[in-house]
């Protein structure tokens, strides 16, 4: 179990909101999370990006869209601005984000965790919060630290709470849902049929939501996305071209990539019997 808030005692004289935020010091250690996140998510869309420049497709470069909460973003986008010519195309634009992000949020990962600290749970235990361990966090986890003893728990580093994030956000683009990257190789790899995909998916989604209400922001946007586009992903200007066995490979490693990202409560109450 990961928590976000220290097992350290209180300091007797709480500083003060110039003492916090006036501090440059203040800043510089949050240049851990948001230089992290920032590489995470801008290597995830500079894949796509640089995948539309290679086959011809207009696209714009990354934007960024802050959220005034715990992660402090919604994650990044490009716009693709022309049809994408055909399904080789289609899924080398789709794969290249994930792919490109998830590379350099495995090594964050280890040495975020590298940084943290096994701390003793507090007695008093109402203001820590419980974020879900992908399955390549376990591993990582017990990698770096081995098995934490009842009672104690990572405290995490900036950086790999980034890490974290980015394995739920490589975890959520690759759902194959319609015009998300997993839906993109979805179509790519099994034409029209990917619409049936992109229904079984959409109810997998509003289940998650019924599970935790992590999903529910994610999961109203989908159903959004899916009443406004359709569950049919549009066709490429030459929809007949086959993709090569090696992009089947390549969409198994996606999927793969998506189990380990994988968590069904991102977000949850600390329990303390998990610790």
Same mark, same amino acid.
């Given at each position: 179990m990961?928590?976000?808030?220290?097992?350290?005692?209180?300091p007797?004289?709480?500083?003060?909101?110039?003492?916090?935020?006036g501090?440059?010091?203040?800043?510089?250690?949050?240049?851990?999370? /948001?230089?992290?996140?920032?590489?995470i998510?801008?290597?995830?869309e500079? %894949?796509?990006?640089?995948?539309?420049?290679k086959?011809?497709?207009?696209?714009?470069?990354?934007?960024?869209?802050?959220?005034?909460?715990?992660?402090g973003?919604?994650?990044?986008?490009?716009?693709?601005?022309?049809?994408?010519?055909?399904k080789v195309?289609?899924?080398?634009? %789709?794969?290249?984000?994930?792919?490109?992000?998830?590379?350099?949020?495995?090594?964050?990962?280890?040495?975020?965790?590298?940084?943290?600290?096994?701390?003793?749970?507090?007695?008093?235990?109402s203001?820590l919060?419980?974020l879900?361990?992908?399955?390549?966090?376990?591993?990582?986890?017990?990698?770096?630290?081995?098995?934490?003893?009842q009672?104690?728990?990572?405290?995490?580093?900036?950086?790999?709470?980034?890490?974290?994030?980015?394995?739920?956000?490589?975890a959520?683009?690759l759902?194959?849902? /319609?015009?998300?990257?997993?839906?993109?190789?979805?179509?790519?790899?099994?034409?029209?049929?990917?619409?049936?995909v992109?229904?079984v998916?959409?109810g997998?989604a509003?289940?998650?939501a019924?599970k935790?209400? /992590?999903?529910?922001v994610?999961?109203?946007?989908?159903?959004g996305?899916?009443?406004?586009?359709?569950?049919?992903?549009?066709?490429?200007?030459?929809?007949?071209?086959p993709?090569?066995?090696?992009?089947?490979?390549?969409?198994?490693?996606?999927?793969?990539?998506?189990?380990?990202?994988?968590?069904?409560?991102?977000i949850g109450?600390?329990?303390?019997?998990?610790?």
């Amino acid at each position: 179990m990961q928590d976000l808030a220290s097992a350290d005692q209180a300091p007797l004289v709480t500083p003060t909101f110039q003492q916090t935020f006036g501090a440059p010091l203040f800043y510089l250690r949050g240049l851990w999370y /948001s230089l992290t996140i920032l590489a995470i998510l801008g290597c995830h869309e500079m %894949g796509h990006y640089l995948a539309c420049l290679k086959y011809g497709v207009l696209a714009t470069r990354p934007f960024f869209l802050p959220a005034p909460f715990l992660t402090g973003t919604f994650g990044a986008f490009i716009r693709i601005k022309s049809r994408i010519p055909n399904k080789v195309a289609l899924f080398d634009i %789709g794969i290249a984000g994930p792919l490109a992000g998830f590379v350099v949020a495995v090594p964050a990962l280890f040495i975020g965790l590298m940084l943290s600290r096994v701390d003793h749970l507090p007695q008093d235990q109402s203001g820590l919060i419980e974020l879900g361990e992908p399955l390549l966090f376990k591993i990582a986890a017990w990698m770096v630290w081995g098995s934490v003893p009842q009672g104690y728990s990572i405290n995490m580093h900036p950086m790999a709470f980034a890490a974290w994030f980015g394995l739920i956000a490589t975890a959520l683009n690759l759902f194959p849902i /319609s015009q998300l990257d997993g839906g993109h190789i979805a179509y790519a790899v099994l034409g029209r049929r990917s619409t049936a995909v992109t229904i079984v998916m959409l109810g997998v989604a509003i289940g998650l939501a019924f599970k935790s209400s /992590s999903w529910i922001v994610w999961t109203v946007l989908l159903v959004g996305m899916i009443a406004a586009l359709g569950p049919h992903h549009p066709p490429t200007l030459y929809d007949d071209e086959p993709i090569d066995a090696s992009r089947i490979a390549l969409a198994v490693l996606a999927a793969i990539i998506l189990i380990l990202c994988f968590t069904p409560v991102p977000i949850g109450e600390f329990l303390t019997g998990n610790a």
